[in-house]
């Protein structure tokens, strides 16, 4: 099976600081560098560099940025022949500010608001029953929604990282088959904050009148937990020293999506999600940090 992204694509410009800035205050920064990013181009890099056929849909701007994101999924073998270079609208990007590990994040989406359905559909012409769709929040939430709604009619498995978060009709949600949640976002989803007991349960029972068969809630270093009805299963964290987390989350999606698209159990996927998100966050960058099939596997026998 093949994996088909619909999602964002910026150019990082990340930067390292000491502290955060008070309201009015100027600081002076450390060291920053340029990285390719966007949460539908870092999942895309990460399923393609664990091996599996993966197709990018999406919009940049028709200038040095777009051509550098574009060319960076290319040597990562993503096939961007679904990219579109807009002469309207500039490559999206995105500031990162880290410290201490920690980041904090403000996108301006440029040309992944120009994305058009019609496009999306147009993709999809090729893919195949079973096909992983994957998608986010972060473009034009119109094209988001009827783009899971089209894959779900061509029998896709439609897996939905929904960051950062925005209402969608509830029937919308029933097209999902796999939601990847931070804790934030299961706030905004579930109005539930924390995973103990009876939160659990609480998320358990409204994922299931949302008919989502599988959620995975991510809490970093506490691990990950997988809701589906009726069972819940705790998958730990990796303990390594951290030096970036920008791009975890997205090397976890990516690694989820690679191994459902190869037939992988949920416990495997999980697994190998966990794994590609610790190799990540060991080193700077999102795209940059993504490991290799045999980098992830050679760091798993290190461990």
Not at 51 to 59: E, L, S
Not at 129 to 135: M, R
Not at 172 to 180: G, K, N, R
Not at 215 to 224: D, E, R
């Amino acid at each position: 099976m093949d994996v088909y992204v619909f999602g964002s694509l910026n150019m990082d410009l990340v930067g390292n600081i000491e502290r955060f800035p008070e309201n009015g205050e100027t600081i002076i920064g450390n060291d920053y560098f340029l990285n390719p990013g966007g949460k539908g181009g870092n999942q895309a890099f990460s399923a393609s560099r664990l091996g599996v056929k993966t197709f990018m849909i999406g919009a940049v701007g028709d200038d040095a940025y777009g051509q550098a994101l574009t060319d960076n999924l290319a040597h990562g073998d993503v096939d961007v022949s679904h990219v579109r270079a807009s002469k309207h609208h500039p490559t999206g990007i995105a500031t990162i500010y880290l410290q201490n590990g920690e980041n904090r994040i403000i996108v301006f989406p440029g040309a992944n608001h120009a994305n058009e359905i019609m496009r999306v559909e147009k993709a999809l012409e090729s893919a195949n029953d079973g096909d992983i769709f994957l998608t986010q929040f972060e473009c034009n939430m119109d094209v988001v929604t009827k783009s899971i709604r089209h894959a779900k009619e061509n029998n896709m498995i439609v897996m939905v990282n929904p960051s950062p978060f925005k209402t969608i009709p509830d029937d919308v949600w029933e097209d999902v088959d796999i939601v990847v949640l931070n804790e934030i976002e299961s706030k905004q989803l579930f109005g539930v904050s924390g995973y103990n007991d009876k939160e659990r349960k609480t998320i358990q029972t409204k994922a299931s009148g949302m008919y989502l068969k599988h959620v995975l809630l991510t809490q970093g270093s506490k691990g990950v937990w997988h809701i589906e009805e009726p069972s819940v299963t705790h998958h730990p964290a990796i303990s390594v020293d951290v030096v970036d987390t920008t791009g975890a989350g997205d090397a976890f999606t990516g690694g989820i999506a690679c191994s459902l698209a190869q037939e992988k159990t949920y416990d495997e996927a999980i697994k190998t999600g966990v794994l590609c998100a610790t190799f990540t966050i060991t080193k700077k960058g999102a795209q940059a940090a993504m490991p290799s099939a045999s980098e992830l596997e050679a760091f798993k026998n290190d461990l």
